[in-house]
């Protein structure tokens, strides 16, 4: 069972009701539970929309998007009904959040969906979790059940002539389809592979409807931005980086976790403090912000990091999905670079040539290079292979894979090059076994 | 097209319950093959993975080819069309993972099962796999086992969670001698 932690500059807003036994629906209500839906009812869409847009909400799936400014673009008229598709296929490593929401708070996930709907007016929602969740796809399950019986989810939610119909959707073991096309198409029993844009879902997405795809995060933040207002959620934040974020912080810090804190709180606070510091009181060699997918920081570079969209992005890297990862300094940088592109290399998809063959010839290099076969060209090369792996497809996988690696070869010469003299890895920590051929 | 009853309608390999939960499952869409990549993955944790016979039927329910069914389930990493063990064993070794000692998890696992990666042992237990994150990243190491979730494992655990699933399998009285 996944451990919760708390530190006293934590802002509960979305993680306020873990621990609470929200997954009961009378619980769920006694905590302040499907206000935000009444009051949106009350209200109508505008209204909701232009709170979205002062909340100042960015997309946690990584993009960082205006959440309030997706649902704008959501045409009034439409000749195909509209719908919300929540994105739950969470799998960027070093992410976890929308685990402990699909498990504490399946609720909340349920009312910001009816807000997404009644805001764009779409009569149908689709939560859609990996594969691999089952035991939480079983929770959500059971949590729609019970709204359907409460009246919160039907033909007349809430006693109203409004309509709001959830689906819950498994899939099957993809990272690809966390790309929003990709999911859309996973949802309609098809490969998950990602569609040329435009159109975008928000006029053209599921069964050829407007579409408003949304991190499942961002979503359960939804009704409390409702109940709290806008601008109060706001200001908890950073200018243009609204609200709390769900922080996942793994690796070698001492006190791992799911923590929400304040859009830009320090980085360094957060691995030093939040977390407790480097495990065994060794030093940090760098920290992956925001995923898998966003560039290596050095710790020079950590310095004055806050953690919002604008200032990780001026340090060099990325916020992505809220996965700090913290390496210590007996990590080897190579085989670190080679686990993360074996990754990529796996979860292509293959349609995009560069990203097929690009991630596959990285890995290749990577593992000869890894185990002591390497040659000083090919130091050059891989980071040649991926600048041009760079803007070359049509979803964002193939510079997932590439911009890790750049930023590993960059900042981690020395390594690299320390890896030339003929023998496997000089990094490798003592009685680890060596990571060959993965 | 029609999924109706034909006359020559083979023997269905799904149980009742299966296939009443195909049958609620396709009304609830706006379109039948959404049901397909669930479908798929129900029918495998049935039969233990997708037989000609599964792919056949799921084909069949939803009115698609046998070649849409197998285009579509070969590229999710979580069906599979030979049988693993009863209890498969998915060890995450990545980033987060790794930098918690995945990799002397999955060691001790090969040691104790006797097994390499995708091997079954040969009771048909267990079966062990090496997969990509399963998001657990701050409860790492972790591993899945079928579906349930191990977290916060060292290789000194490992023989303590074989030992529980078969138990398990005595439980159900369909061990072989452990």
């Not at chain 1, 306020?16 to 206000?35: K, P, Q, S, V």
């Not at chain 1, 399946?106 to 007016?121: Q, Y």
């Not at chain 1, 293959?350 to 890995?363: A, F, H, V």
Request: aromatic share 10%; charged share 25%; glycine share 12%.
């Amino acid at each position: 069972m996944p451990r919760l932690v708390s530190h006293p500059d934590e802002v509960k807003i979305v993680s306020r009701r873990f621990g609470m036994g929200a997954t009961n629906i009378d619980r769920y209500i006694e905590l302040g539970g499907y206000e935000a839906v009444k009051k949106c009812l009350a209200q109508g869409p505008d209204w909701i929309v232009e709170e979205m847009k002062a909340s100042g909400l960015r997309g946690r799936g990584g993009a960082g998007f205006s959440a309030g400014m997706k649902w704008s673009f959501v045409p009034k008229q439409s000749a195909k009904p509209k719908y919300i598709l929540v994105n739950g296929d969470e799998s960027e490593p070093g992410t976890c959040k929308d685990h402990l929401i699909f498990l504490h708070d399946p609720h909340s996930v349920i009312e910001g969906t009816i807000v997404a709907g009644l805001a764009v007016g779409a009569k149908m929602g689709f939560i859609y979790l990996r594969g691999e969740y089952r035991y939480l796809l079983e929770i959500m399950e059971r949590a729609v059940a019970d709204a359907y019986d409460r009246g919160f989810l039907g033909k007349n939610i809430f006693g109203t002539e409004n309509e709001f119909q959830i689906i819950t959707q498994t899939g099957a073991g993809a990272y690809e389809v966390g790309e929003e096309s990709a999911l859309m198409e996973s949802l309609e029993g098809k490969r998950g592979i990602p569609r040329i844009k435009p159109p975008f879902p928000a006029v053209v997405g599921l069964y050829g409807g407007p579409t408003v795809i949304n991190n499942a995060e961002t979503i359960a933040t939804v009704p409390h931005i409702i109940n709290m207002g806008g601008a109060p959620y706001a200001a908890v934040g950073t200018p243009r980086n609204g609200g709390t974020r769900l922080f996942c912080i793994s690796g070698h810090v001492e006190r791992r976790g799911v923590y929400e804190l304040p859009m830009g709180y320090s980085l360094k606070k957060m691995i030093y403090d939040v977390a407790g510091g480097i495990s065994g009181g060794r030093k940090l060699k760098a920290v992956v912000p925001g995923g898998s997918s966003t560039p290596v920081l050095l710790p020079e570079e950590i310095e004055n990091v806050g953690m919002d969209f604008d200032q990780v992005g001026k340090a060099g890297s990325m916020l992505g999905s809220g996965g700090v990862v913290v390496i210590d300094d007996q990590t080897c940088i190579v085989e670190f670079a080679l686990r993360t592109i074996s990754f990529y290399a796996h979860e292509s998809c293959g349609w995009c040539i560069p990203c097929r063959e690009g991630t596959d010839w990285l890995k290749k290099s990577l593992t000869r290079f890894h185990a002591g076969f390497g040659t000083r060209s090919d130091i050059d090369n891989i980071q040649y292979l991926a600048e041009n792996m760079l803007g070359r497809t049509f979803c964002p996988l193939g510079d997932a894979a590439a911009m890790p690696t750049i930023a590993f070869v960059k900042k981690f010469r020395k390594e690299f090059e320390d890896h030339l003299n003929g023998k496997p890895c000089p990094y490798a920590r003592e009685g680890v076994p060596q990571l060959t051929v993965v | 097209m029609s999924p109706k009853k034909a006359k020559s309608e083979p023997a269905s390999v799904f149980s009742p319950a299966l296939a009443a939960r195909f049958d609620a499952l396709v009304q609830k869409y706006p379109v039948r093959r959404s049901a397909l990549i669930p479908m798929l993955l129900y029918a495998q944790d049935e039969v233990g993975y997708l037989s000609d016979a599964v792919v056949a039927e799921i084909a069949r329910r939803i009115g698609i080819t046998e070649l849409e069914v197998r285009n579509v389930a070969t590229y999710y990493s979580m069906l599979r069309f030979k049988p693993a063990g009863e209890f498969n064993i998915q060890v995450c070794t990545n980033i987060s993972c790794m930098l918690r000692g995945a990799y002397e998890v999955y060691e001790r696992f090969r040691e104790e099962l006797g097994v390499g990666p995708n091997g079954v042992t040969a009771d048909g237990l267990f079966s062990l796999e090496e997969v990509e994150c399963i998001g657990a990243c701050c409860w790492a190491p972790a591993i899945q086992v079928n579906y349930e979730f191990h977290d916060e494992l060292k290789p000194d655990l490992v023989p303590g969670i074989l030992s529980g699933y078969r138990g398990k399998a005595k439980q159900k009285g369909k061990t072989p001698d452990a």
